[in-house]
């Protein structure tokens, strides 16, 4: 069965990788902690082994065996050790309690453990010693080197260390699965954080694909799943923003359509009729002229949009000089600039200043964003043009208004097509919308960009660069 949902995956990866984890840790305690304690448990037989060597020889002087005989009980009863000692033959002499008393004059046939004992050597083995006991013992071999013992063993319960070790073994396992217990419950609330706002964003984006962008997915962490769901709350309110947009820009786009028609079909119908006077007609016919190039610049600019965003630009890239092309666009602007009182202050860098670009297109990014800068400005106020040469081989160029300035939330839009800035910006509400969004295209088509700066009451300024033309070979 394919598992689909990435909760589930997940949710398996992390309990995989626990238990994994829980087996693995379990099995490297378990031979740590059992070496440890084996180790221990050794340390501890030879050091009682180092003092009952000191007491037996204090004994052999004095004479005092009591304190042999309270090491001996120590050793045996608190340790659970049983002992006997051999002579230089190997052969037991004495044994504990624990031992049975045949074994008093046997000898130990482990020759190679007896030998070392008696070179001097502490010395540890496992097993019966020669049937010596039932079950395997943990022994340890300690050298007297006196003249009636030549060493003592001491010997523990193999199955009795391994019940201890048992005892600590379900400890561990204990805190083991508490650890793992609480793991699991983490990893489930982890996965759960981190797929529930798939899940949201997934069911979000299926109602945004029915139509409806006002959908919001909620974000309660600051992470890349966090990072994503506003990433996706911004789409969302682009999408909401730009639907907006379509349906005004429809709007506006049949009004501006609706009313010159509506005024060519009622002046052409009056002509006819003869309902206007043949003195008057030519002025009427001026009217409806306007009214077709009006007509015939609204769809030109949708045409024009259209092939920019198919990357159907065709570039007819030469030298010439940015400086008269600015101030063709101003002359073109001439009348507008009359009628609203504005002066423009054209600062170049160089007396001519030559680029390579297309100049048709150039000429129309100049002429949107000069009448751009007319239409937000107050009359009497003052518009700056400015040409700067860059390290970078190209040059800057800027358009600069005192007008009201832009909001930070238009200027997100403001180069979206049919985005229209609020009303309060000006009264002239005549355009479509579809002019910086042409000017920034025409611009990408060379491989520039456009960047606004604006700040509310202080005015707007538009930059852009372009490619310094080569010097020509005189």
Same mark, same amino acid.
């Given at each position: 069965?394919? &598992?689909?949902?990435?909760?589930?995956?997940?949710?398996?990866l992390?309990?995989?990788?626990?238990?994994?984890?829980?087996?693995?840790?379990?099995?490297?305690?378990?031979?740590?902690?059992?070496?440890?304690?084996? @180790?221990?448990?050794?340390?501890?037989?030879?050091?009682?082994?180092?003092?009952?060597?000191k007491?037996?020889? %204090?004994?052999?002087?004095?004479? @005092?065996?009591?304190?042999?005989?309270?090491?001996?009980?120590?050793?045996?009863?608190?340790?659970? $050790?049983? &002992?006997?000692?051999?002579?230089?033959n190997?052969?037991?002499?004495?044994?504990?309690?624990?031992?049975?008393?045949?074994w008093?004059?046997q000898?130990?046939?482990?020759?190679?453990?007896?030998?070392?004992?008696?070179?001097?050597?502490?010395?540890?083995?496992?097993?019966?010693?020669?049937?010596?006991?039932?079950?395997?013992?943990?022994t340890?071999?300690?050298?007297?080197?006196?003249?009636?013992? $030549?060493?003592?063993?001491?010997?523990?319960?193999?199955?009795?260390?391994?019940?201890?070790?048992?005892g600590?073994?379900?400890?561990?396992?204990?805190?083991?699965?508490?650890v793992?217990?609480?793991?699991?419950?983490?990893?489930?609330?982890?996965? %759960?954080?981190i797929?529930?706002?798939?899940?949201?964003?997934?069911?979000?984006a299926?109602?945004?694909?029915?139509?409806?962008?006002?959908?919001?997915?909620?974000?309660?962490?600051?992470?890349?799943?966090g990072?994503?769901?506003?990433s996706?709350?911004?789409?969302a309110?682009?999408?909401?923003?730009?639907?907006?947009?379509?349906?005004?820009?429809? $709007?506006?786009?049949?009004?501006?359509?609706?009313?010159?028609?509506?005024?060519?079909?009622?002046?052409?119908?009056?002509?006819? @009729?003869?309902?206007?006077?043949?003195?008057?007609?030519?002025?009427?016919?001026?009217?409806?002229?306007e009214?077709?190039?009006?007509?015939?610049?609204?769809?030109?600019?949708?045409?024009?949009?259209?092939?920019?965003?198919?990357?159907?630009?065709t570039?007819? %890239?030469?030298?010439?000089?940015?400086?008269?092309?600015?101030?063709?666009?101003?002359?073109?602007?001439?009348?507008?600039?009359?009628? %609203?009182? &504005?002066?423009?202050?054209?600062?170049?860098?160089?007396?001519?200043t030559?680029?390579?670009?297309?100049?048709?297109?150039?000429?129309?990014v100049?002429?949107?964003?000069? @009448?751009?800068?007319?239409?937000?400005?107050?009359?009497?106020?003052? &518009?700056e043009?400015?040409?700067?040469?860059? !390290?970078?081989?190209?040059?800057?160029?800027?358009?600069?208004?005192?007008?009201?300035?832009?909001?930070? !939330?238009d200027?997100?839009?403001?180069?979206h097509?049919?985005?229209?800035?609020?009303?309060?910006?000006g009264?002239?509400?005549?355009?479509s919308?579809?002019g910086?969004?042409?000017?920034?295209?025409?611009?990408?088509?060379?491989?520039?960009?456009?960047?606004?700066?604006?700040?509310?009451?202080?005015g707007?300024?538009?930059?852009?660069?372009?490619?310094?033309?080569?010097?020509?070979?005189?």
């Amino acid at each position: 069965m394919k &598992i689909k949902s990435i909760f589930t995956k997940q949710l398996l990866l992390y309990v995989g990788t626990l238990l994994a984890t829980f087996v693995l840790v379990g099995v490297i305690l378990s031979l740590v902690y059992t070496q440890h304690y084996m @180790d221990e448990r050794k340390e501890e037989l030879i050091h009682q082994g180092m003092k009952i060597s000191k007491e037996y020889k %204090k004994a052999f002087f004095t004479g @005092d065996l009591s304190r042999l005989d309270y090491e001996l009980q120590v050793l045996e009863g608190y340790m659970a $050790a049983s &002992i006997f000692f051999i002579d230089k033959n190997g052969v037991v002499v004495l044994t504990s309690p624990g031992i049975n008393d045949e074994w008093i004059g046997q000898a130990i046939t482990n020759q190679g453990v007896i030998d070392s004992v008696l070179e001097g050597n502490i010395v540890t083995l496992e097993g019966k010693i020669n049937g010596m006991f039932d079950e395997a013992v943990l022994t340890v071999g300690y050298p007297l080197q006196t003249e009636q013992i $030549a060493g003592i063993f001491m010997c523990t319960s193999m199955p009795e260390i391994e019940r201890s070790l048992q005892g600590m073994y379900k400890m561990g396992f204990c805190i083991l699965t508490a650890v793992m217990g609480i793991g699991m419950v983490l990893v489930y609330v982890s996965s %759960k954080k981190i797929t529930s706002p798939l899940l949201q964003m997934n069911e979000a984006a299926k109602v945004i694909a029915g139509g409806n962008f006002e959908q919001r997915v909620e974000i309660s962490s600051e992470d890349e799943v966090g990072q994503l769901a506003e990433s996706f709350n911004h789409m969302a309110e682009s999408l909401d923003k730009y639907e907006k947009v379509r349906r005004d820009f429809i $709007a506006n786009v049949s009004h501006d359509l609706r009313s010159p028609l509506t005024s060519i079909q009622g002046f052409l119908g009056a002509i006819l @009729d003869g309902t206007v006077p043949k003195e008057k007609q030519e002025h009427y016919l001026n009217i409806v002229l306007e009214e077709t190039k009006r007509l015939t610049k609204l769809t030109n600019d949708i045409v024009e949009l259209s092939r920019a965003q198919a990357s159907a630009i065709t570039l007819e %890239k030469k030298r010439f000089d940015i400086n008269d092309l600015i101030r063709e666009s101003i002359e073109r602007l001439e009348p507008r600039l009359k009628e %609203k009182d &504005i002066k423009i202050d054209a600062m170049f860098a160089e007396k001519e200043t030559f680029v390579y670009a297309d100049r048709d297109k150039i000429a129309r990014v100049l002429y949107n964003l000069v @009448d751009n800068a007319i239409k937000f400005s107050d009359k009497g106020e003052k &518009i700056e043009i400015e040409t700067a040469l860059k !390290e970078n081989k190209k040059l800057l160029i800027s358009v600069k208004d005192h007008g009201r300035g832009i909001s930070e !939330e238009d200027e997100k839009y403001i180069f979206h097509r049919f985005y229209k800035v609020d009303s309060s910006r000006g009264k002239d509400k005549t355009g479509s919308g579809l002019g910086l969004s042409i000017v920034r295209e025409f611009l990408l088509a060379h491989g520039e960009n456009i960047v606004v700066k604006s700040e509310e009451g202080k005015g707007t300024t538009f930059l852009f660069c372009l490619k310094l033309a080569e010097k020509e070979n005189k």
